[in-house]
């Protein structure tokens, strides 16, 4: 059974900063990784979507990494501004019917 | 223009009562998913329909059926409603039931009193 861990579970950080979030999971047979981004009492919009054939995803200034064998995926964002804060998730794709199994995100505040 | 849509957006009803969510996708998917999303935030996948076939049901209580009437529509019907229930629910699409990008719905928030 999958399992997607994110920790911390929260993250403050001043505006500027580049920072690093982590998402690890437990079966490494995935068909892909998606990260999102929810806001509060919003639904969730997709940021990027790696498929397992792929190491890294970019779109402006995030950038998201998979490395299957060590069950890690990483979301690099760049000069962080206030309005990156959300809550960010992870989802991993897994079994017959590509199953998503997220982690229960990491709430970021960028401080101005 | 939305392309997933869910109604209402918020619920809020007695213990012991049948209500439905309705969700619209115009995205020309023929794939779609119910999640709940509990009070802990943390979401987890219900049921997901693949041009109106079920592909996946998972240990969900039977109170909860899910219903396509076509590829574009996914409907929610909740029989005795029960305390537990109270949650964001999302619908979301993809198109084929294949590892591909999901797009979600705004999100029902459901409160049982």
């Known amino acids: 059974k999958q399992e997607v861990t994110q920790i911390p579970a929260a993250l403050s950080v001043p505006e500027g900063e580049n920072l690093v979030l982590n998402c690890s999971f437990t079966?490494?047979?995935?068909?892909?990784l998606q990260w999102f981004r929810q806001d509060p009492g919003k639904g969730l919009t997709s940021l990027l979507l790696i498929q397992s054939s792929q190491r890294e995803q970019t779109s402006g200034r995030l950038n998201a990494s998979l490395d299957k064998s060590s069950g890690r995926s990483t979301l690099y964002i760049a000069a962080s501004q206030p309005g990156d804060s959300a809550t960010y998730l992870c989802?991993?794709?897994?079994?017959?019917?590509?199953?998503?199994?997220f982690g229960k995100g990491i709430t970021l505040s960028v401080r101005p | 223009d939305t392309a997933v849509s869910q109604t209402p957006k918020y619920l809020v009803t007695q213990m012991g009562n049948d209500k439905s969510i309705k969700c619209e996708q115009n995205l020309g998917h023929d794939t779609m998913y119910w999640y709940k999303q509990d009070s802990k935030k943390f979401l987890k996948i219900m049921f997901s329909?693949?041009?109106?076939?079920?592909?996946i049901n998972e240990t969900v209580p039977n109170r909860f059926s899910p219903k396509s009437p076509d590829k574009a529509h996914l409907n929610l019907h909740i029989n005795s409603l029960e305390l537990g229930d109270s949650a964001v629910y999302f619908c979301?699409?993809?198109?084929?039931?294949?590892?591909?990008?999901?797009?979600f719905g705004p999100g029902t928030r459901l409160t049982v009193l």
């Open positions: 079966d490494s047979a995935i068909y892909n």
């Open positions: 979301a699409s993809s198109q084929g039931p294949q590892p591909v990008e999901q797009f």
């Open positions: 329909y693949n041009n109106k076939e079920l592909i």
């Open positions: 989802a991993a794709s897994t079994g017959a019917n590509s199953k998503l199994t």
